[in-house]
């Protein structure tokens, strides 16, 4: 087991280790803004355009990663016209980059953080914000002074949960960054790099690091829930 500790120095896992801390801190706020933003409008929108956006937002729930990383690999390619203008407009290379894995991240966690916000929005807040529109509030005053505080809850839950895939994301990582070690080679993706290599020490050493955070980030939802 100390010999499998040892090996997180090895720079082949600390340089994962520190590129899924990246990918964290860039999903983190990505993931808040959009999934309270979507929970809400999903939450409190009907028809036929909540639906369409629904399935959008739980489809890589259920859809293959690998599939969906081949899909947005054909979106976001230099080839294609998203990924053309991109690269040529913004300077942003989205496959086989750390921009890439990001996206992978928050792709991944997004329905994590969505799903409990809409729930949320359904079960405590309709009646709320009729309220603060009787008494005079402004949408943008409603939802940031009796929205937000009603779902905070949902919100920390969600985002940990959603942070917790992140972390374990793989598919849609490896189409879109390429696994590059040293570059876009996160946690997971040199786990399986030192399995294959026959470095079980090090891949040992870096499923008990994942797992640790994983724990953690449960722990935290399960006393978020038991506060409500």
């Given at each position: ?6 090996s ?5 896992a600390?340089?994962?280790m ?23 409008a ?9 639906s ?6 739980t ?9 969906t990383?081949?899909?947005l690999?054909?979106?976001?390619g230099?080839r294609?016209a ?12 989205m496959?086989f ?11 991944a966690?997004l ?9 949320a ?42 942070l ?8 849609i ?12 080679n ?14 079980y ?12 955070v994983?724990?953690?980030l ?11």
């Open positions: 087991m100390l010999e499998s500790l040892r997180l120095a090895d720079p082949a600390s340089g994962a520190l590129l899924s801390l990246k990918t964290l801190a860039v999903a983190a706020p990505c993931l808040a803004v959009a999934g309270v933003g979507l929970g809400y999903l939450g409190r929108g009907r028809g036929t355009w909540a369409c956006l629904d399935f959008l937002v489809l890589p729930l259920v859809f293959p990663p690998i599939a990383g081949f899909l690999l054909l979106l976001l230099r294609s998203v990924g053309g203008f991109l690269a040529e407009q913004a300077g942003v290379e496959v980059s750390f921009w890439g894995v990001a996206l992978a991240a928050w792709l966690g329905p994590l953080i969505v799903k409990p916000v809409q729930a929005i359904r079960r405590e807040t309709g009646r709320l914000v009729e309220a603060a529109y009787v008494l005079g509030k402004s949408p943008a005053v409603t939802f940031l002074r009796v929205v937000l505080p009603s779902i905070r809850r949902s919100v920390w839950v969600g985002l940990f949960l959603a917790a895939r992140c972390l374990g994301e793989v598919g990582t490896l189409m879109l960054g390429g696994n590059i070690v040293g570059k876009t996160t946690v997971s993706l040199e786990i399986y790099n030192a399995v294959f290599s026959g470095e020490d090090r891949a040992l050493a870096l499923v008990l690091v994942l797992g640790l994983s724990l953690a449960v722990a935290a939802t399960r006393r978020l829930s038991a506060g409500d």
